[in-house]
């Protein structure tokens, strides 16, 4: 492939540059703040930080409380897909005072579960509200969603998919 007179690498299974393979998807927003006129400028929501784009956690009165985590997905030909989502946890139990306790504390930090709903609707799946747990792999990092009872969840975790099924579905950069 040519652009603009520079030679770009094209992958041999599927066509598309190279350069769109091994991608990072992080979700701005979870699905249900998304549906929201105001989003994160809801009056009485809590961000962990000053945009929702950097925000590790939030929490949208009358909506739910979100926390991230990370969803790699495995491409054949060797490639992956990591997907950053949001999972709705319960905040009934006062849960999200405690994970942002726990986050920032790396001896407590490294046995953190999570327990919740994916927030995102991800291509070309959906999944949006399936079950799931992440645990942490690695206190320099994001939870990893590692287990689901729900059947296509699972599948995602654990298998192999077609690259190009994968790579149709995402948004173009």
Known sequence: MHTL???????????????EHNRHVRF??????????????????????ATARESVMMQIRNVGAFVRALLPVRLSGGDSVTFGVW????????????LATVWWNDDEYRDLKIEGWLANAIAPWGMLAAPVTAT?????????????????LKHVITDEWDHDLVLAALPRD
Not at 5 to 19: I, K, L, N, S, Y
């Open 5 to 19: 007179g520079v030679t770009m690498a094209t992958c041999a299974m599927c066509g598309r540059p190279v350069a």
């Open 28 to 49: 701005s927003l979870p699905d249900p703040v998304l549906a929201l006129a105001e989003r994160e400028a809801t009056p009485g929501t809590w961000m962990s930080h």
């Open 87 to 98: 999972v709705v946890i319960d905040p009934r139990r006062d849960a999200l005072r405690k």
């Open 136 to 152: 942490v792999r690695d206190v320099q990092q994001t939870p990893y969603c590692t287990e689901s009872s729900d059947e296509t």
